[in-house]
């Protein structure tokens, strides 16, 4: 019963934080520039073209991953610290309706981020790829999920909001230099590459990788989406299990 | 339904908060249709009874049954409003879309929104965001909230504080029209001056309650000459047979400032 959703209240959700967002246009705004604008950094940091077809969609990967988690701990620390999640827990909401609610919202929302950051890069930065467009798109999409999914339950471990933001660095760095994006994963310390095994992030910037080398879907690509979206559910479940409908 | 059954029935009512008791085996009614005052100093227990009514709280022992059903059941949530004490609403949408969103939550129809937001007086503020009302404002906008589903029980957390005598008028006529329509009230309130309103007081004081009964019969109980007098020969009183009874313990029940309490 906990876990039942009505399809009504998860839409009402979505709606109801598609409107925040809309009362909000400086924080849409930076969700949607700011990635297009860092990519533009890299295309010129780098200065040169293969080096940047190679690195660029890595990071494809990893942005919408990084912001993702960051808005979405803070935007579920507000509820529950504002005492809206409590409210409503005594309504008919079912857990899954606000986790879906907010699913559907913050990925209606990466998928205009990685639509602009796909767009830049792709005219403008003159950015190369084996693999198909398509492809890159629903990964990008799915890593935004998944970084929302950990953002979601990141903010159970959080009681102000100084924290939910230091859990970025806590969260993600490791990710971010374990997941191959920094040094190749198979030359790291075999302790490591262990720590980077358990890492959603490597998973992610692993099928970025296989999209920019080859043209047909791979074996591992296919066995990184899974994974990439195992996680995604699995935090989701576990985000579930840290709203209480009743508490101390 | 059977409406000769009470809207609210406690037995024994235990909450534990940080290992210490914060309600001592609370036991009530409350009759269907009614309004009934909860009163008591701040921080005695009055909203953590509440939480545990609307089933939001964990509970040590005991049972509560609310409009047939054990409190906090996925069949309540629809037919009992609660409004916290803090308003719980959100600030950066405007009046109108929170009303909508909790409106379309509860399943009631869109026209509900319109019709509670007259009833709480905010007509004029419908588009504000509700971050820019003032802190009455934001409280209507709260108990608007409690009274979109239209529910058969409203459980209410201090609803009238910092609101002008006018405007309190208001809500209390507002309460009695529900009432009237057979919809059960539970108002919480440290203001002595609204408890004259209520068809009946629960008196609370340190996790137990002091008397329980209509407010012209604890005048006449008490022989006080308002209600604020009646509450303190009440403790007095109490004080006097616990000090007989057992000195220990009044001294372990001194006031806890409780988070939500």
């Known amino acids: 019963m906990s876990t039942a959703f009505t399809p009504r209240i998860t839409l009402a959700t979505t709606r109801r934080i598609l409107a925040q967002l809309r009362h909000d246009p400086r924080t849409i705004a930076l969700l949607v520039l700011v990635p297009s604008l860092l990519m533009v950094l890299l295309r010129y940091v780098f200065d040169s073209p293969g080096l940047f077809d190679r690195v660029g969609p890595q990071l494809i990967a990893v942005f919408p991953l990084v912001i993702m988690f960051i808005v979405t701990s803070v935007a579920t620390l507000r509820e529950r610290t504002g005492g809206t999640l409590e409210r409503l827990m005594a309504t008919p909401t079912g857990k899954l309706d606000f986790l879906l609610g907010y699913a559907l919202a913050f990925g209606a929302l990466a998928v205009v981020q990685v639509g602009a950051v796909l767009a830049v890069s792709l005219t403008w930065l003159g950015l190369d790829l084996a693999g198909s467009v398509g492809s890159l798109f629903l990964v990008a999409v799915l890593d935004a999920l998944l970084g929302m999914a950990l953002g979601l339950l990141a903010s159970a471990f959080a009681r102000t909001e100084f924290q939910a933001v230091q859990f970025m660095p806590a969260f993600v760095l490791p990710q971010l230099l374990l997941c191959g994006l920094f040094v190749p994963r198979d030359q790291m310390a075999s302790w490591l590459h262990a720590a980077s095994v358990v890492m959603p992030m490597s998973y992610a910037v692993e099928a970025m990788q296989q999209l920019t080398r080859y043209s047909d879907v791979t074996g591992t690509l296919v066995r990184d989406v899974l994974v990439i979206a195992g996680c995604t559910l699995l935090a989701l479940g576990l985000g579930a299990a840290t709203l209480r409908r009743r508490t101390a | ?261």
């Open chain 2, 1 to 261: 339904m059977m409406n000769s059954a009470p809207a609210i029935e406690a037995r024994g009512l235990r909450v534990v908060r940080g290992g210490r008791a914060v309600l001592h085996d609370l036991s009530f009614e409350v009759a269907r249709g009614s309004v009934v005052g909860l009163l008591g100093p701040s921080g005695c227990g009055k909203s953590t009874l509440l939480r545990a009514l609307v089933g939001v709280q964990v509970v040590a022992g005991g049972t509560v049954t609310v409009l047939g059903a054990p409190a906090g059941s996925p069949g309540l949530r629809r037919r009992v409003g609660y409004a916290t004490q803090a308003p719980a609403v959100y600030t950066d949408l405007s009046v109108g879309e929170n009303l909508r969103y909790f409106a379309a939550v509860l399943g009631a129809p869109r026209a509900a929104a319109d019709r509670v937001i007259e009833e709480v007086g905010l007509a004029d503020h419908r588009d504000r965001a509700v971050g820019t009302l003032s802190g009455g404002q934001l409280n209507r906008v709260n108990l608007a909230v409690a009274l979109v589903g239209r529910p058969e029980l409203l459980v209410l957390d201090e609803p009238t504080v910092g609101l002008d005598p006018v405007l309190r008028e208001e809500l209390w006529k507002l309460f009695r029209e529900l009432a009237g329509n057979g919809t059960t009230l539970l108002v919480s309130s440290h203001v002595m001056d609204e408890a004259g309103r209520t068809d009946r007081l629960l008196l609370m004081r340190e996790g137990r309650f002091l008397a329980d009964d209509a407010p012209d019969a604890l005048l006449e109980r008490t022989g006080a000459r308002d209600l604020e007098e009646a509450f303190l020969r009440l403790i007095t009183d109490t004080a006097d047979t616990a000090d007989t009874a057992d000195t220990a313990d009044t001294a372990d029940t001194a006031d806890t400032p409780g988070s939500t309490a």
